[in-house]
Nanobody, 116 residues
Framework: QVQLVESGGGLVQPGGSLRLSCAAS????????MGWYRQAPGKQRELVAS???????NYADSVKGRFSISRDNNKNTVYLQMNSLQPEDTAVYYC??????????WGQGTQVTVSS
């Protein structure tokens, strides 16, 4: 069984920063892609950013230049550095990880609220 544990969400003022973390644990061979999705109230879940095991990244247009995704393969952890946060970034952020041979798993979600 595998598990994804997220941390780092919270309340921040517009223009502020937050760093999300997601650590994978359990029994698995290796991880291909790790990523972050978000879902705002009344909206569909959308991809924010993803990163492959080789370090190739992909970002939603709405976060390019403000968010940065990275990963530590030794710790099986993915990070999302979020800068210049705006109210429209308010959402529940979910970690998504593609385990080789096991498929994709979701974290429990962490709330990010951007408000003055």
């Amino acid at each position: 069984q595998v598990q994804l544990v997220e941390s780092g969400g919270g309340l921040v003022q517009p223009g502020g920063s937050l760093r999300l973390s997601c650590a994978a644990s359990g029994t698995f061979f290796s991880i291909h892609t790790m990523g972050w999705y978000r879902q705002a109230p009344g909206k569909q879940r959308e991809l924010v950013a993803s990163i492959t095991s080789a370090g190739s990244t992909n970002y939603a247009d709405s976060v390019k230049g403000r968010f940065s995704i990275s990963r530590d393969n030794n710790k099986n952890t993915v990070y999302l550095q979020m800068n210049s946060l705006q109210p429209e970034d308010t959402a529940v952020y979910y970690c998504n990880t593609n385990f080789i041979g096991l498929g994709r798993y979701w974290g429990q979600g962490t709330q990010v609220t951007v408000s003055s």
